[in-house]
Structures are given as C-alpha cells and as structure tokens.
C-alpha cells in the first residue's frame, strides 16, 4: 500500500503574490505553508529555504571588471598608473592632437602622436616586466604581516596571556624581521607590543613600492621612447622622418647681389679716373 | 488521501535500483607549467626575502613612518614627485639643445615648468571636488557585492562613526590621545575593514580610492595638459617671441616645442 505524500496536497495558502518586489520575495514554505522571511537573496533555485548559502553575488560584466581593477590597482599600483597612461597616450591623446585645427603643422602632429603611442607603450611593457615580481614578493611578505595581526589580537583578547616576546612572534617567519616590529608596532605604556599600525604600515609600502618606477626608470624609459618612435612612425602613420633641408638664407643672395652691386660701382668709379682708363681691359 | 495498491513495485523502482553511477575521474590541475610555476615562486621567495624584507626594514622606511603621519594619501604625491622628475628632465634637455636659439630655449622652458604648476593644480582642486561623488560610487559598489541597498549602508556607517567618537572622546578624557587629534570620521573602506573579515572587498574598496587619484592626475597630466598647450604654445611664439623684422622660416620647429609627451 502506498501513501501519497503530503507534499500532495492541495493546502490553502497564501497566494502567490507578485505585485510589488516586497511580496514577489517573500517566499512561502510549501510543506508547513509558513511564511518565510525576506529571501531575495534566495530567488531561484533554493527559493524557500531558510539557510543562506553565502554564494557569491550575480555580478555584471562591467563590476566583474571593476573588480579586477580594484584589486589591481591595490597589489600593483604602478602597473596600474601606466595602465591609465597606456590608454590615455595610445587612445585619445593621438586622435586629439590631430584632430586639432591647423593645416600647416601636419608633420609635427603625428611626430607629437607618434611620441606619445611609444610613451605610453614603452610605460606599460617595461613597469610590468619590472614591477609584477617585486609585487608578488610583497604579497607574501605582507602574508606573514597578517598573520602576525592575528596573533597579536589573539594574544591581547585572551588575557591569560599577559607577557610574549617578539621572537615568539617570528618564530617560523620567513621574511620578516625586528626591525619591522619596531618600526610599525604601536607600544603600551610599560613598552610591550599591542598592535600593528596598519595605516603608517599602508602608507610606507606604497610609496616604497611606487619610489624605484618614478624616481629610477623614468631615465630609461624616456631613452626608450626616443628610440621607439622612428618605427612607430613608420608602421602606423606610414611617415618616415626626413633630415631638416638646410635653407637658403637670404644673406647669400644678398652678398651675391652685393657684388655683382659693388663691382659695377667699382668699374663705374675708376672708368672715370683718367689714369685707370689704360689700365682697365675692355673696349675703349 | 489516495491509496494505491503496491503491485508491480519492482517495475517501478527498477530504475532507481540501477542508476547508473558517474564514476569518472575529475580532470586535475595540468602539470604541464608546473616548472615555470615553481621557479616562479622561488625567484619571489627570494626576492622578498632580500630585497622587500631589506626595504621595509631599512632607516628610509624608519624616516617615512615617522615623518608622513600627516599624510593622507599617498599615491597623489607620488605621481607629483614622478612629474617633477620628467619635466625637469624634459626643461634640462631643452636648456642644453643647441639647435635652438637661446631665447626660444628660456621660453619652451618656462613653458613647460608652467604646465607642470597649473597641471598639479588643477588636478589637487578636482581631486578634493570630486570626493563625495566617488564616495557615492564606492557605496553602491559596496552595496552590490554586500547584497544590501545603500541606505542602509549610510545607516550603519552613521551609527558606527558615533560610538567611535565616544570611545575617541573617552580616550582623550583618560590622557590616550592628544588634544590637538581630531576625530576622523570612517568611510565605507574602513568600515568595512573593521567590521567585516572578508578582506578581498576591503581592498577593492581601497583600489577604488587609488584608482580615482590615478584617473584625475592621469587625464590631467598626460592628455589635457599636454593637448591644451600646444595650441596655446604656437599662438604665443608667433606672436610675441618672433617679432616679423627676425622672422626666420624653419621647419620642424614645433616637434621641439610639444612639452611632456610622457
């Protein structure tokens, strides 16, 4: 003999009701016929049940991305400045330099954009060759930083443990030394170590992390670039640089024109000078 | 209620009895990289062991952590320091250029190091101008991923900085912190850091603040700065520097005068 379950059955429940977003996600337990409270988070699938499965949020293509800069930007800022920078010089600053008024300056127009796409390309290959490793390595670095916050915030919220020493704390640290504790730790009153200072400890990686791109490659990378923009030059705007033409100034037709000038006043001159008559050529 | 007779039971279940099961093996991870990945982790084992550890541990670092207390944000000041170096070395090698004439070399100088001036500016003003917008933005970021709406965000923000300003005044009454230390209220980054241990969304709130300061001093330094001036730049030769009695004809001439193409 079989019994239907009674799942089966037809109970008189709340109807569905999906005129307002409050209602629709206002889900109804089928089996006890219990209302549930507000799962929108649950829509789908698991609509009805009371556990949160902490599943990551339905993201868009756009946030997926933003996401991928923010966490680029935050590990690897420089990386990310000549991000900016390549788009910046490569994309628009190309098209508005030529895009500006005036017919006469069309060579030096695309020399500018030719400079500016070598600027913005020799950035970004060279900072990320350089700067990705050492961005790595301070990842694991700040790593075992972490770990050691915990510790320290274990230590202070049981109170059991009243006194540690420092090498306590770097036993089986890797990279870590004193001297990081006594440069970044915040100190009681009788000198014992209570925390990290994460916002001085934020602020000096950064900028000893942003120093060597702006203060030691910008040399190199401007050599570079000076070396990059005759191929540039040549494969994209199909331009190649001719030598300047040396002109013709003005002060050579003028001495020629001098000359010719002062030599008819010369001939002019001692023509009348009786004594010179003899010894000026020419027909009498 | 509806009772049915169990006969012809086995018919029924047979399926169930012989479900097939998927017994496959789950592709793994290929071991095809593997080399490159593991020379890849000793290089930055070793990298951060000599050169990072030496770095954050060095006097230098010492001298910053005392003396930046101050600061705010860094990544701003860092950009300005990069284009203090490219323009004096952009106005050093048009000093030394000896094509040029004398006077037109003092000219595109000054040129240039009055565009890094107004170009630092400018990008400081928009950068202040520009917070609470950005904020705005990194609160309904926050807001997406959290799974929440942005007003209750706001609320408990708000309720957070007022406990805070009571534990900061008790502090002050007690002797902890100074007189003269002002209260600085939390934003969604901190907040979030603090209260919540998911610490991959703490740091994408972080990156949005880098990335608006990259953005603004971005744009302004090496696109408007840059594409503004040159005009302006031609306009003032042409009409004060050569005056027509030494108008020389050159070509070329304007390909030196573009400052900083970074």
Redesign the interface.
């Known amino acids: 003999?079989?019994?239907?379950s009674i799942k089966?059955y037809h109970i008189l429940y709340k109807q569905y009701d999906s005129s307002t977003k409050e209602a629709r996600n206002k889900s109804v337990n089928i089996v006890t016929g219990c209302e549930s409270a507000d799962k929108?988070?649950n829509t789908g699938y698991y609509r009805g049940s009371s556990i949160s499965f902490g599943a990551a949020?339905k993201?868009s293509k756009g946030?997926k991305l933003?996401?991928k800069?923010?966490?680029?930007?935050?590990?690897h800022?420089v990386i990310?400045?000549n991000l900016?920078?390549l788009v910046?010089?490569v994309g628009?600053?190309p098209i508005?330099?030529i895009s500006?008024?005036?017919k006469k300056?069309k060579?030096?127009k695309i020399?500018?954009s030719g400079?500016?796409i070598a600027?913005g390309l020799i950035?970004f290959i060279f900072s990320s060759i350089v700067m990705y490793?050492?961005g790595?390595?301070?990842k694991?670095?700040m790593k075992e930083v972490e770990s050691i916050k915990d510790t320290l915030q274990e230590m202070v919220e049981n109170k059991n443990i009243k006194t540690f020493s420092k090498k306590e704390l770097l036993k089986g640290k890797?990279?870590?030394?004193e001297?990081?504790l006594?440069?970044?730790g915040e100190f009681d009153k009788n000198g014992k170590l209570i925390k990290i200072n994460r916002k001085?400890l934020e602020?000096?990686?950064?900028?000893?992390e942003?120093?060597p791109?702006?203060?030691v490659f910008?040399?190199a990378k401007?050599m570079l670039?000076v070396a990059l923009i005759p191929p540039i030059l040549k494969y994209v705007f199909g331009v190649e640089k001719h030598k300047?033409?040396v002109?013709v100034t003005d002060d050579k037709t003028k001495l020629e024109k001098k000359s010719t000038e002062e030599q008819k006043n010369i001939t002019n001159y001692f023509s009348k000078v009786p004594s010179m008559k003899n010894f000026l050529g020419g027909v009498k | 209620?509806?009772?049915?007779?169990?006969t012809n039971n086995y018919k029924n279940n047979v399926r169930d009895n012989n479900r097939q099961t998927f017994g496959a093996k789950l592709p793994e991870k290929s071991k095809f990289l593997d080399p490159y990945y593991k020379f890849?982790d000793k290089?930055?084992?070793t990298?951060?062991?000599y050169?990072?550890?030496k770095?954050?541990?060095s006097p230098?670092?010492?001298f910053?952590?005392k003396h930046?207390?101050k600061?705010k944000s860094?990544?701003d000041h860092?950009?300005v320091?990069?284009s203090i170096?490219?323009s004096g070395?952009y106005m050093s090698q048009t000093l030394r250029n000896n094509q040029l004439d004398p006077q037109k070399r003092k000219t595109l100088a000054i040129n240039q190091g009055l565009t890094f001036i107004v170009s630092t500016i400018l990008s400081y003003i928009i950068d202040q101008r520009l917070d609470n917008n950005w904020e705005k933005l990194t609160r309904r970021?926050a807001a997406?991923?959290l799974?929440t709406d942005v007003d209750t965000l706001n609320k408990k923000i708000e309720l957070w900085n007022i406990e805070n300003k009571k534990k900061f005044d008790a502090k002050v009454l007690i002797g902890d912190i100074g007189k003269d230390e002002k209260f600085r209220a939390g934003q969604i980054a901190d907040y979030v850091e603090k209260t919540m241990k998911n610490t991959?969304l703490a740091?994408?709130?972080?990156?949005?603040g880098?990335?608006k300061k990259?953005?603004v001093f971005?744009?302004i330094y090496?696109?408007i700065s840059?594409?503004a001036v040159?005009?302006i730049a031609?306009w003032i030769g042409n009409k004060f520097i050569y005056k027509p009695e030494n108008h020389q004809?050159?070509?070329?001439?304007?390909?030196e005068s573009?400052p900083k193409?970074?």
């Open positions: 003999m079989k019994v239907d089966d929108s988070v949020p993201l946030m933003l996401k800069i923010n966490t680029l930007c935050q590990d800022k990310a400045q900016v920078a910046l010089a628009f600053r508005a330099i500006l008024p005036g300056n060579d030096d020399y500018a400079h500016s600027s950035g490793p050492l790595i390595a301070a694991k670095y890797e990279f870590i030394g001297n990081f006594n440069i970044f001085t602020r000096t990686t950064s900028i000893l942003m120093a791109d702006t203060f910008g040399v401007a670039t300047e033409k002109p | 209620m509806k009772v049915t007779l169990q890849v290089s930055t084992n990298i951060a062991k050169y990072t550890a770095l954050y541990e230098l670092s010492a910053l952590a930046t207390e600061l860094v990544v860092m950009q320091a990069g170096v490219i070395m970021y997406v991923n799974e991959s740091k994408e709130l972080k990156g949005m880098v990335l990259l953005l971005g744009t090496r696109f840059p594409v040159t005009p031609n004809p050159s070509a070329n001439k304007d390909a573009t193409a970074k």
